[in-house]
Every structure is written in C-alpha cells, then in structure tokens.
C-alpha cells in the first residue's frame, strides 16, 4: 500500500511539473546581456480609431516627452527626436534607480529598450526580461511621446 502511495504522489509531481512548465518558441536574439520576450504594449494615451497602436510620426519634427508613467518601482518617462517623420532618438529621462537592484536592472534594460524603440519605429516594443515593469512603463510613455509628435 505505501509503494501505491508514493507512486501516486510521484505521478501526481510529475503531471503538475509538466503541465507548469513553459517553453519558449520565441528567437528574438539576446541584447545587452538579456533575452527579450514579445508582450503586447499597454498604452495610456488614446489609440487611433483602429485601435492599434501609432506607428512612427507622420509629421511635426522635434523633441517630444511622453506623459510618465508610474510603475510599481516608480515612474518611467520617455523622450524621443522625430526628424523626417521618423524616430531618431529615444531615451529615458526618467525610470527606477532608488535601489541598487533597481539600478543594476535598468542599466540593462533602458538602453535595450531605447534601441527597440528606434528598430520599431512604434510603441510594439520587445519587453526586457526581467525588468517587466519598467518595459511596461517604458511602452505607455514612449506611446504618449508618439501621440504627441502626431498632434
């Protein structure tokens, strides 16, 4: 009777292992020292009528600071330069460093995502592992910034 138990326990273990396991089939490469996983953005400001997001700026050139947007480890601001319509730059003025895992997490993660921002010419970022909330913050202010170079 105690072999059936034990058995059964191990069987039971085994299922709920398989079954919480989780793959990935994504081949996005690695970049700065993290593997990038694809999440769909969050956005604060308004959506076209399509409800996608904006894609890159089809007009004013200039400098344009998104709205910030407050994460769980504190708020993250984006900026970004247009310059015939497209994206030249993108940086984060403002995001999480009031601790050291804060700080060793987003010297990562920041420039990753200021990169991922110029390839996409859009808000439809890769989100950094491992630093979820400020990728988050990240998408909702750099999509701010881009509304705002469109209006």
Request: negative net charge; glycine residues 10%; proline residues 9%.
């Given at each position: 009777m105690r072999r059936i138990a034990i058995a059964?326990?191990?069987?039971?273990?085994v299922v709920v292992l398989l079954f919480?396991?989780?793959?990935?089939?994504?081949?996005?490469p690695v970049a700065a020292g993290r593997q990038l996983g694809r999440t769909q953005p969050s956005h604060t400001a308004?959506?076209?009528?399509?409800?996608?997001?904006?894609?890159?700026?089809?007009?004013?050139d200039g400098t344009f600071?998104?709205?910030?947007?407050?994460t769980r480890y504190?708020?993250?601001?984006?900026?970004?330069?247009?310059?015939?319509?497209?994206?030249?730059?993108?940086?984060?003025?403002e995001y999480p460093q009031e601790s050291g895992r804060d700080v060793r997490i987003n010297?990562?993660?920041?420039?990753?995502?200021?990169?991922e921002a110029l390839q996409a010419q859009s808000a439809q970022?890769?989100?950094v592992s491992g630093a979820t909330y400020t990728s988050e913050g990240y998408q909702q202010s750099l999509q701010s910034a881009i509304d705002q170079a469109h209006g």
């Open positions: 059964f326990a191990a069987t039971v273990s919480s396991y989780r793959t990935s089939t994504d081949q996005t308004s959506p076209p009528a399509s409800g996608a997001p904006s894609a890159a700026p089809s007009g004013g600071t998104g709205a910030a947007a407050d504190g708020p993250v601001q984006v900026r970004i330069t247009v310059a015939g319509g497209k994206i030249t730059d993108a940086q984060a003025v010297s990562e993660a920041v420039p990753a995502l200021n990169q970022i890769d989100t």
